[in-house]
Structures are given as structure tokens and as C-alpha cells.
């Protein structure tokens, strides 16, 4: 029985990853350490809260006294960091607890790990630290061309900063001390659970609500968009078979125009939903400052070492996940009856 601490594992691709690997995996333990920040909810968790290899504790990955007391209590053979400030807006007002999470939590983590794990210069047999990275640590591409693991660091914003920071940090244990580690660089994920301040469920949440849709500048931005699954078995081979040290970029050659994105969920829910959603609910926005223009993934390596490759394209992805919100109104009623209207009316509906 392996025993894995997954950090972050109540928010949206963390829920993801967790109930997918104990639906897989009959000899994992899992360790679900969560701060439970406005992204984190254990509503996305019901179906695993009983399942026995499952334990939740609610706690700061900047807490070192608990981070050792974890591995005082059980014999963990993994760290999967999810935990994060995550928002790129959020990063852009308020930056600090960006540094503190991806940057100093990180550190925290690998400090605890290696003292559990090094044992006379050398690392305990099947150990691994994996951390959950971005592709936007690469900063923004022009029309053409992809990231690559040996595309130089070049991150935009605080957000960015602090998971390069991070990232850098994670590097630095393997190459000084030695550490096994991974770090994964996924595109945008999309799918069940996502909290409605990122693109697509908040786009899907407004339409069904009749506010408007704000595209921020243009709405020629591109992102490059996985489904959580395929984002979820990618860390899963590289939790088992990735090279020590090695870095994994991950992604499906999925890039779309924000605009197209929005285009595609009134399309949907006019058609299925609701004859009078439509484009008039679209509005043209203030861009985000610093708004990188366009992410695309090279996945060639994860493809070529490990065997990856995703297996739910965009069109059937989004239908899916708008399908869900539709089917899951109640968790998204949850969020957003709450403290959410504060950070709402702060970004949107300004002045
Ligand atoms: P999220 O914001 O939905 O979830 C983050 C989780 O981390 C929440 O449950 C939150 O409570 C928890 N958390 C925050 N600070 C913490 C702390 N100090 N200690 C313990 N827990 C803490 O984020 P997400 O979209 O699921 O992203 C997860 C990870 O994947 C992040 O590291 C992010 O950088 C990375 N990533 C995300 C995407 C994407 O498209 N969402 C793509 C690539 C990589
Ligand atoms: O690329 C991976 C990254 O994807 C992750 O590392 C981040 O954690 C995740 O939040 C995501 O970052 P983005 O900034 O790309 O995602 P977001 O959903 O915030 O925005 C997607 C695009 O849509 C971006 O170009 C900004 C635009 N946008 C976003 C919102 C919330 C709008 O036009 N309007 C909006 O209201």
C-alpha cells in the first residue's frame, strides 16, 4: 500500500485527480491536505468521503509542524503538490498570498519531504515529489510555434511568477540534494468542479443566469484546453513512470479563441437550454493586464517516454461539462450564494 499525500485535492482538478485514482487504485492510501480557501469544497468529494483509503485533513501547506506530523503518522511515498492560488485576476490584486502558497508552501513541502526521506545521502526506495505546474510559467507565444520543456521561464503574472518560483524551487532540490521529483506543465483544464471565476463556468453560469459575458479585450486570446480526466491520467504516468528530475509538458492541441469558447456554450444552451440565451449577452470588456495571447503545448515528450495521449476532444469535453453544471445547479448555487457576489461585483461590476 503506497501512501500519497495530495495537497490542494478539494478544489478542481485536485477533486478530479483524488477520485480518480482511488477509483483506479485498490492499494493507495490517500492523504487530502486542503487549506479549504473559496476554491476548496468537499462537496466534490461525497462520492470518495467514505471510501477507506481516503483521509481529509483541512490545513496550510505552510504549516511545517502539521506537514511533519503527517509524515510522523504515516509512511508516505508520495507528494502530489495541487495547492495553489490559482486565479490569474486574483493574482493581479492581491499577490502576496500567490508567493506565500506556490512558492513557500512548495518549499515547505520539499524541506519535509527530504527530511523523511533522505536517509544518508540518499533517497528511501519508490519516493516521489511531483509538483503540479502550469504551462503558463512560459509566458505567451505569437501565432505560431509551441512550449516546450526546454522553452526558457519568461511568466507574466503574479500568478505565473509565484508557480515559476515554485517550479525553480523544485529543480533546485533535484539538482542539489539529489530529490526524485517531477514536474508536470499542463494546458487549461476544463470539466466538473471548476470554480465559475474561471473562463468556462463562469460563461456557462451568466448565460444561464442572463448577466453578460465579459470577454476581456478582444477576445482573440488563445488557450490551449484539456479535459480534467486527461490532465488526471497524465499525472498518473508520471506519478508512476516519469524520469526522475524530468519535466512533462502536457496538452491536446486543443487551442481556441476566447471568443470561440463563449460562442460554443451559448450555442449549446441556446439549443438545449434556452431559445432566447444568445450573443447579445456577450460584452467586450477592459483586458486583463499583462493578458498573456496565446498558450499551445508541445506534448510530445509525455506522448514518446510515457505513452500519453488524451482521449476526450474538445467538442465532446465541453459538452460534457456543460451537461454537468446543468445537472449539478446546486453545487453551483452553493458557491455562488456566498462570499463569491463580494469578489463578483469587485471584478465586474465595478463602480
Ligand atoms: P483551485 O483553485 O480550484 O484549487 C486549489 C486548491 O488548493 C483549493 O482546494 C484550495 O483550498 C487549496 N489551497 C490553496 N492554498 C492552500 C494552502 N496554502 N494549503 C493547502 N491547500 C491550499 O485550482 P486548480 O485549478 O484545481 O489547480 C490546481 C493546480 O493545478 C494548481 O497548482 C494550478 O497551478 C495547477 N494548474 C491548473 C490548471 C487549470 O487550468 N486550472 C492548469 C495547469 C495547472
Ligand atoms: O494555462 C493554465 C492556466 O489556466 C492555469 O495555470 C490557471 O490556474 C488557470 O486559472 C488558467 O488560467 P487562465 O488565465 O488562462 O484561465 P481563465 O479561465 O482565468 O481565463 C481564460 C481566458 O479567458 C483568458 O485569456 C482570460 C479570458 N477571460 C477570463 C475570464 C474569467 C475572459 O475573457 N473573461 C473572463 O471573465
Same mark, same amino acid.
Given at each position: ?14 477533486? !478530479? ?5 482511488? !477509483? ?10 486542503? %487549506? ?37 503518522? &504515516? ?48 533517497? %528511501? ?28 521561464? #519568461?511568466?507574466?503574472?503574479? &500568478? ?68 480534467? /480526466? ?36 451559448i450555442?449549446?444552451?441556446r439549443?438545449?437550454?434556452?431559445s432566447t440565451i444568445d450573443e447579445s449577452l ?6 486583463? %493586464? ?17 505513452? =500519453? ?20 445547479? /446546486? =453545487? ?6 456566498? #462570499? ?12
Amino acid at each position: 500500500m503506497k501512501t500519497m499525500i495530495v495537497t490542494g485535492g478539494a478544489g478542481f482538478i485536485g477533486s !478530479n485527480f483524488v477520485i480518480y485514482m482511488l !477509483n483506479k487504485y485498490n492499494d493507495i492510501k490517500i492523504i487530502n491536505l486542503d %487549506k479549504l480557501t473559496y476554491a476548496g469544497n468537499l462537496e466534490n468529494l461525497k462520492c470518495v468521503q467514505d471510501n477507506k483509503n481516503y483521509v481529509f485533513v483541512q490545513g496550510d501547506i505552510c504549516d511545517s509542524e502539521l506537514i511533519d506530523k503527517l509524515f510522523r503518522e &504515516y509512511d508516505i511515498s508520495h507528494v502530489i503538490n495541487f495547492a495553489a492560488e490559482s486565479h490569474v485576476d486574483r493574482s493581479i490584486t492581491d499577490p502576496d498570498i500567490f508567493i506565500k502558497t506556490n512558492v513557500g508552501g512548495t518549499a515547505n513541502l520539499l524541506n519535509i519531504a527530504r527530511k523523511y526521506w533522505e536517509v544518508d545521502g540518499k533517497y %528511501k526506495e519508490g519516493v516521489k515529489y511531483l509538483q503540479v505546474s502550469t504551462d503558463e510559467v512560459y509566458g505567451s507565444l505569437g501565432d505560431t510555434g509551441f512550449f516546450m520543456e526546454t522553452t526558457p521561464l #519568461d511568466p507574466h503574472s503574479p &500568478y505565473s511568477a509565484s508557480k515559476a518560483g515554485g517550479d525553480l524551487i523544485v529543480k533546485a532540490y533535484a539538482d542539489t540534494y539529489g530529490m526524485p521529483v517531477n514536474i508536470t506543465r499542463c494546458s487549461n483544464n476544463y470539466g466538473p468542479y471548476q470554480f465559475p471565476e474561471k473562463l468556462i463556468p463562469l460563461m456557462i453560469n451568466n448565460a444561464l443566469t442572463k448577466k453578460s459575458l465579459p470577454v476581456y479585450g478582444d477576445g482573440k486570446n488563445i488557450r490551449d484546453w484539456l479535459y480534467v /480526466e486527461d490532465h488526471c491520467s497524465a499525472i498518473d504516468m508520471v506519478l508512476h513512470n516519469g524520469k526522475p528530475g524530468e519535466v512533462y509538458n502536457v496538452g491536446g492541441h486543443n487551442e481556441r479563441e476566447n471568443i470561440h469558447i463563449v460562442k460554443t456554450i451559448i450555442g449549446y444552451l441556446r439549443e438545449h437550454v434556452d431559445s432566447t440565451i444568445d450573443e447579445s449577452l456577450i460584452k467586450y470588456v477592459e483586458d486583463r %493586464k499583462g493578458h498573456d495571447r496565446r498558450y499551445g503545448i508541445d506534448p510530445e515528450k509525455i506522448k514518446r517516454e510515457l505513452g =500519453w495521449y488524451p482521449v476526450t476532444t474538445f467538442e465532446v469535453g465541453i459538452e460534457k461539462t456543460i451537461k454537468w453544471y446543468l445537472d449539478n445547479k /446546486e =453545487w453551483m448555487n452553493n458557491i455562488t450564494s456566498g #462570499d463569491y457576489q463580494n469578489y463578483y461585483k469587485s471584478m465586474y461590476e465595478k463602480g
